[in-house]
């Protein structure tokens, strides 16, 4: 994949944007030459991959093919030199312009033209220089889910977002990664969240460029992960109900990879305490479930407290349920646990006892590591976890 920067005025590579402000020219003539001589001195940034910048070039002559209207190869237009803008111009049969457009992921560019455009890209093998323009990283999270715009996901892409601001790096976020992805340029993936279909993109991906997954489990040495200690956090969220004298407690979530990990720790809580495991209490739930018919059949088991985790909100479902539609009160008839929730679990009643995952600092961690991939730099360090905390409230 290639990118290159968008002739924006006043951008870091115009070296001479003092001139227009300082020139006493303010014709509209003066101007627009100004911004041609800008134009010309920026585009020669695309270099074959793994080979060093060469000096700007004057605009190479037209092969006699092309003038006899033939239809350039990459062959013919290379010839034993290094490749530019303008020959992955004329291998599209576009204007420079159009090539900027394309690999900035600028709009007015019909999806055939773009299309064109990075296959021509592709033929030449161009790559531009990270360090002379501004990098896009894909911020990927699975479309059908609704935490996307609340929650979990909602969290960490806002927290992503703002870290890849303050470094200068782009962020796009797709709607639909299958129709838009093929034809945007990027420089790395951030995978929030996905599902198999989704899953099978990115590992196609992941072979031509640098992919960050985050809290992906089962966790993989090779891949790049950045995640919170999940199992310990289902472990304290047990540990905490038996020491509060609970003996039955029960976990709610659905069959996802995370809740799995967590579902481990809660587990391994109770084997240490020497409480029986009641699969009825302790199983996950499949997507033909919902959460009334699931926390019903728990309370029904006898359990005495439940854990529900996770950052987008299913802890206060829970709580609903319990108090609205079947009438308990928390905590005196059942106790409950469940994920943090910034500004929200704090002011419910009674205030939520959670288990607070550090969405910031994970962000933070992502960038980090997406910053130093994207500029060529070899990371040991592929696996990073972080520590959970468990916030005491009233909900116990």
Avoid: W
């Avoid at 870091?12 to 030459?33: F, M």
């Avoid at 134009?39 to 695309?46: D, T």
């Amino acid at each position: 994949m290639i990118g290159f920067p968008a002739l924006r005025y006043g951008s870091p590579r115009n070296d001479h944007a003092d001139v227009e402000r300082n020139s006493p020219a303010k014709n509209i003539t003066s101007r627009l030459s100004l911004h041609i001589f800008n134009a010309i001195n920026a585009y020669p940034l695309l270099v074959p991959v793994k080979k060093s910048i060469v000096k700007k070039k004057s605009v190479p002559s037209v092969s006699p093919s092309a003038k006899a209207g033939t239809k350039p190869t990459a062959f013919s237009l290379l010839a034993g030199k290094k490749a530019t803008i303008y020959d992955l111009a004329r291998l599209a049969n576009v204007s420079p312009g159009t090539v900027s457009r394309v690999l900035n992921n600028r709009d007015r560019v019909k999806p055939e033209t773009r299309e064109s455009v990075l296959r021509a890209a592709a033929e030449l093998n161009l790559k531009p220089q990270a360090s002379v323009r501004n990098r896009e990283v894909v911020i990927l999270s699975e479309p059908t889910y609704p935490d996307r715009f609340g929650g979990y996901s909602a969290t960490l892409t806002a927290h992503l977002s703002y870290a890849f601001s303050k470094r200068n790096i782009g962020v796009l976020l797709p709607s639909n990664p299958f129709e838009e992805l093929p034809t945007k340029f990027f420089d790395g993936i951030v995978v929030v969240t996905q599902d198999k279909a989704l899953r099978e993109l990115v590992t196609e991906l992941e072979k031509r460029m640098p992919v960050v997954h985050i809290d992906k489990f089962p966790i993989d040495p090779t891949e790049y992960i950045v995640c919170s200690d999940h199992f310990n956090s289902g472990y304290l969220a047990a540990k905490h109900f038996i020491e509060r004298g609970k003996r039955k407690p029960a976990f709610l979530g659905p069959n996802y990879f995370p809740f799995a990990e967590r579902l481990r720790g809660f587990k391994k809580a109770l084997a240490d305490a020497d409480l029986p495991i009641d699969e009825q209490r302790t199983s996950l739930f499949g997507p033909e479930s919902n959460h009334v018919s699931v926390v019903t059949r728990i309370v029904r088991s006898g359990a005495d407290s439940i854990y529900a985790p996770g950052s987008s909100f299913e802890a206060l479902e829970c709580l609903h349920i319990l108090s609205y539609v079947m009438g308990l009160k928390v905590p005196q008839e059942i106790s409950l646990i469940g994920g943090e929730n910034e500004r929200v679990t704090a002011l419910l009643n009674p205030p939520l006892t959670t288990m607070e995952e550090p969405l910031h600092e994970m962000a933070e961690k992502v960038v980090s590591m997406m910053d130093r991939l994207t500029m060529g730099e070899v990371i040991a360090e592929r696996n990073v976890m972080l520590p959970i905390r468990l916030i005491d409230r009233n909900s116990v």
